[in-house]
C-alpha cells in the first residue's frame, strides 16, 4: 500500500521535518511503500483556481497523493493553525476535485503538529482536521502534538535522534501510523 507523506517547515533543523522522517520509517516498517514531500518539495506557488499552468513540484504532489491509499501531515504550528506553506500545499488537492473519488475521499489522513508546546501544537491538529474533512479525507482518530522546545536549537541528525530517544512520542507516533496504515491496508484490499 502506498502512503504520502508531507510535512516540515523550510526552517533549517525543522523539528516536523524529523517527525515526518520518523513517520516515514514507522510506515515502513508497517509494510508501507512511502513517497516523503518535504517542506522544499512543497514550497509551491500560491494555488491560483483556474490557471492553465501548475509548477512541475504541483503536478508531482497532486499526483503523488491521487496514488496514495493513505496520507500522513506532519505541519509546524503557526499563530494557531498549520503553517501557511502546508495549507497551500492542502490547496492544490483542489486539482484532485474532478477526479472519482474526488479529492481525498476514501484516503486515510493521519495528522500530527509540532508547537512551543503540546497545546500550541492542537491547534495546528485541530486546523488540520478540518482542511483534510473539507477534503472528504477519512481523518484518523489518533493525532500526535509534539513539544519541540528541548529539540529547537538542535541540528538535523541531534534532533531526530533526541525525537528517537522519547519512547512516548515513538508510540504515539507508531499507533497513528499503524492506523493509517491499517486503515488503508484494508481499504486497498477491498478497492481491487
Ligand atoms: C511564524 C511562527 C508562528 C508560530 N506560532 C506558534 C503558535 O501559535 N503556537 C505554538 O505552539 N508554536 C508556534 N510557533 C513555534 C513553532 O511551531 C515551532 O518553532 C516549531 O518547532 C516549528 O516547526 P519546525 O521546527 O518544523 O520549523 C511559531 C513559530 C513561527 C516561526
Not at 516540515?8 to 508497517?30: I, K, N, T
Request: glycine share 10%; proline share 4%; with cysteine.
Amino acid at each position: 500500500m502506498e502512503l504520502a507523506l508531507l510535512g516540515g517547515s523550510l526552517r533549517p533543523g525543522s523539528a516536523s521535518e524529523a517527525v515526518l522522517h520518523l513517520c516515514a520509517g514507522l510506515a515502513a516498517g508497517h509494510g508501507a511503500r512511502t513517497t516523503v514531500h518535504t517542506a522544499a518539495d512543497l514550497d509551491l506557488p500560491l494555488y491560483r483556481p483556474g490557471a492553465l499552468h501548475r509548477a512541475p513540484a504541483a503536478r508531482k504532489l497532486v499526483e503523488t497523493l491521487r496514488r496514495a491509499d493513505g496520507v500522513i501531515i506532519v505541519s509546524p504550528t503557526y499563530h494557531g493553525g498549520m503553517s501557511g506553506l502546508i495549507k497551500n500545499a492542502l490547496d492544490h488537492a483542489e486539482e484532485l476535485a474532478h477526479d472519482r473519488p474526488a479529492y481525498l475521499d476514501g484516503k486515510v489522513v493521519g495528522v500530527a503538529a509540532v508547537g512551543w508546546s503540546e497545546h500550541g501544537a492542537a491547534t495546528a491538529v485541530s486546523a488540520l482536521r478540518t482542511t483534510v474533512q473539507s477534503l472528504r479525507g477519512w481523518v484518523a482518530p489518533m493525532a500526535v502534538t509534539v513539544d519541540a522546545t528541548g529539540v529547537a536549537a538542535l541540528d538535523v541528525p541531534s534532533a531526530r535522534a533526541a525525537l528517537r530517544a522519547d519512547a512516548r512520542l515513538m508510540r504515539r507516533l507508531d499507533i497513528l501510523v499503524g492506523q493509517v496504515t491499517d486503515f488503508a491496508d484494508r481499504h486497498a484490499r477491498l478497492s481491487v
